[in-house]
């Protein structure tokens, strides 16, 4: 019911929608004498806030034309080289002049599945692309996979990590954003166990929340406080039709990103006036910076109810990796059997999402790996987005990770 009510009220406000656009031209048409006073551009602003805060915002595009790798501009395709219901795995092909090789480290990097789509991580794959071979999961909003597709949940989430790692048959970085953390850590864990000759070079996290009873975080205590039933009972909905994933049990996207405007509201109240304000001003650097974030920040997808839930319960309720309880498929979890894959954690020290110390706890339950295979870094003056996009990502962290995989790659041109 409560879908069916957020469609209702997406339809109820499409006549405002598509006046305040009509407006919205109508005031910018530089034939209008109007939009030259004043007061036209007020009009103007007022219209273009309306139409940009009841729309819904599609998923957006990489848009990486080009890097450069050395001294060259290369030209970038995205390939998809791995395909399942909930995810694809996208491959950032370089066009290389004169048919050379662009024989650099495999990163593969896991996405977060928690409400934003994998260009969230654009900075972070752009500022990887000239001096790695990039892979990313792009992870399927779950309104749009049919019920025949099947369920999707956390061991189906492992499985599919262990599926893409294999298909470079041991040469390859794994880079967890955030989220993954857990089910990548899970899934190196069991490779390892099961000695199996395709375990990755070496695991990077960034501000996993691996041990969330350390330096808990408001969202860390709200998922203790409420319990699992309570996300149960209070977010859980199914898709409505004639989306293609009609009756499909999920964690609607529109909820999630309540959510994350509830944390920060006056900021984004804030951002929404200096908007109005720069286009009065018809400030075009300020209007494009804001959009450029907004049309990212405010395209969500849905998530698989069982997903969620499962997450919301092993990870932030019950903490089972940490404690050494957790299983997948009847199988224990133990990251003691990590004994070849080196691992890197990195930290933001402002970071108000993943507690300071939660991703680096992985350093401390990897017991089985050497203290030269294990290296924790705290990026200095940055929060959660600081450590993989920016001024600061780029400069500071780009350089110790990329020394962190030469470091681990030994071996992996002759693979190549």
Same mark, same amino acid.
Request: hydrophobic share 40%; with cysteine; glycine share 8%.
């Given at each position: 019911?409560?879908?069916?009510?957020?469609?209702?009220?997406?339809?109820?406000?499409?006549?405002?929608?598509?006046?305040?656009?009509?407006?919205?031209?109508?005031?910018?048409?530089?034939?209008?004498?109007?939009?030259?006073?004043?007061?036209?551009?007020?009009? *103007? #602003?007022? @219209?273009?806030?309306?139409? &940009?805060?009841?729309?819904?915002?599609? $998923?957006?595009?990489?848009?990486? !034309? +080009?890097?450069?790798?050395?001294?060259?501009?290369?030209?970038?395709?995205?390939?998809?080289?791995?395909?399942?219901?909930?995810?694809?795995?996208?491959?950032?092909?370089?066009?290389?002049?004169?048919?050379?090789?662009?024989?650099?480290?495999?990163?593969?990097?896991?996405?977060?599945?928690?409400?934003?789509?994998?260009?969230?991580?654009?900075?972070?794959?752009?500022?990887?692309?000239?001096?790695?071979?990039?892979?990313?999961?792009?992870?399927?909003?779950?309104?749009?996979?049919?019920?025949?597709?099947?369920?999707?949940?956390?061991?189906?989430?492992?499985?599919?990590?262990?599926?893409?790692?294999?298909?470079?048959?041991?040469?390859?970085?794994?880079?967890?954003?955030?989220?993954?953390?857990?089910?990548?850590? *899970? #899934?190196? @864990?069991?490779?390892?166990? &099961?000695?199996?000759?395709?375990?990755? $070079?070496?695991?990077?996290?960034? !501000? +996993?929340?691996?041990?969330?009873?350390?330096?808990?975080?408001?969202?860390?205590?709200?998922?203790?406080?409420?319990?699992?039933?309570?996300?149960?009972?209070?977010?859980?909905?199914?898709?409505?039709?004639?989306?293609?994933?009609?009756?499909?049990?999920?964690?609607?996207?529109?909820?999630?990103?309540?959510?994350?405007?509830?944390?920060?509201?006056?900021?984004?109240?804030?951002?929404?006036?200096?908007?109005?304000?720069?286009?009065?001003?018809?400030?075009?650097?300020?209007?494009?910076?804001?959009?450029?974030?907004?049309?990212?920040?405010?395209?969500?997808?849905?998530?698989?109810?069982?997903?969620?839930?499962?997450?919301?319960?092993?990870?932030?309720?019950?903490?089972?990796?940490?404690?050494?309880?957790?299983?997948?498929?009847?199988?224990?979890?133990?990251?003691?059997?990590?004994?070849?894959?080196?691992?890197?954690?990195?930290?933001?020290?402002?970071?108000?999402?993943?507690?300071?110390?939660?991703?680096?706890?992985?350093?401390?339950?990897?017991?089985?790996?050497?203290?030269?295979?294990?290296?924790?870094?705290?990026?200095?003056?940055?929060?959660?987005?600081?450590?993989?996009?920016?001024?600061?990502?780029?400069?500071?962290?780009?350089?110790?990770?990329?020394?962190?995989?030469?470091?681990?790659?030994?071996?992996?041109?002759?693979?190549?």
């Amino acid at each position: 019911m409560l879908y069916h009510l957020y469609e209702f009220g997406h339809a109820a406000m499409s006549p405002a929608r598509m006046a305040a656009n009509s407006t919205r031209l109508m005031m910018r048409n530089p034939l209008n004498p109007f939009s030259y006073t004043e007061m036209g551009r007020n009009a *103007a #602003a007022a @219209a273009e806030l309306v139409e &940009r805060t009841t729309r819904r915002y599609k $998923k957006p595009r990489f848009k990486l !034309g +080009s890097c450069t790798v050395g001294v060259e501009s290369v030209a970038i395709a995205e390939e998809v080289v791995w395909k399942k219901p909930f995810c694809n795995l996208i491959h950032f092909k370089k066009a290389m002049p004169d048919g050379a090789r662009h024989d650099a480290p495999r990163v593969l990097m896991v996405a977060p599945l928690s409400g934003h789509y994998a260009t969230l991580l654009r900075g972070t794959v752009e500022a990887m692309l000239p001096h790695t071979d990039v892979y990313i999961t792009d992870w399927t909003d779950a309104r749009l996979v049919p019920l025949r597709a099947g369920g999707f949940d956390l061991d189906d989430y492992i499985d599919y990590i262990i599926e893409m790692i294999e298909l470079f048959q041991g040469d390859v970085h794994v880079m967890g954003v955030c989220q993954p953390g857990v089910p990548v850590m *899970a #899934a190196v @864990a069991l490779m390892e166990a &099961r000695k199996n000759p395709f375990a990755p $070079k070496s695991v990077i996290l960034k !501000g +996993s929340p691996i041990d969330t009873r350390v330096s808990p975080t408001g969202v860390n205590r709200l998922a203790e406080e409420r319990g699992t039933d309570w996300f149960r009972r209070t977010v859980v909905t199914s898709v409505p039709w004639p989306n293609a994933g009609a009756g499909r049990l999920v964690y609607p996207g529109f909820l999630q990103l309540t959510g994350f405007m509830a944390m920060n509201l006056d900021r984004h109240v804030r951002a929404h006036n200096d908007l109005f304000v720069d286009l009065v001003k018809g400030d075009g650097d300020s209007v494009e910076k804001h959009k450029e974030f907004y049309d990212e920040y405010l395209a969500v997808m849905d998530l698989a109810a069982e997903y969620y839930i499962q997450t919301i319960d092993h990870v932030f309720v019950k903490h089972l990796l940490p404690k050494g309880e957790m299983r997948h498929r009847g199988h224990a979890v133990n990251l003691s059997a990590i004994r070849r894959v080196a691992l890197m954690t990195i930290e933001g020290e402002k970071d108000d999402i993943t507690g300071h110390g939660q991703t680096e706890a992985a350093v401390h339950l990897c017991t089985g790996l050497s203290g030269a295979k294990k290296l924790h870094y705290t990026q200095p003056g940055v929060g959660h987005y600081g450590i993989f996009n920016g001024s600061r990502y780029r400069t500071e962290v780009v350089p110790r990770v990329m020394s962190f995989i030469a470091e681990n790659d030994a071996g992996s041109a002759a693979i190549r």
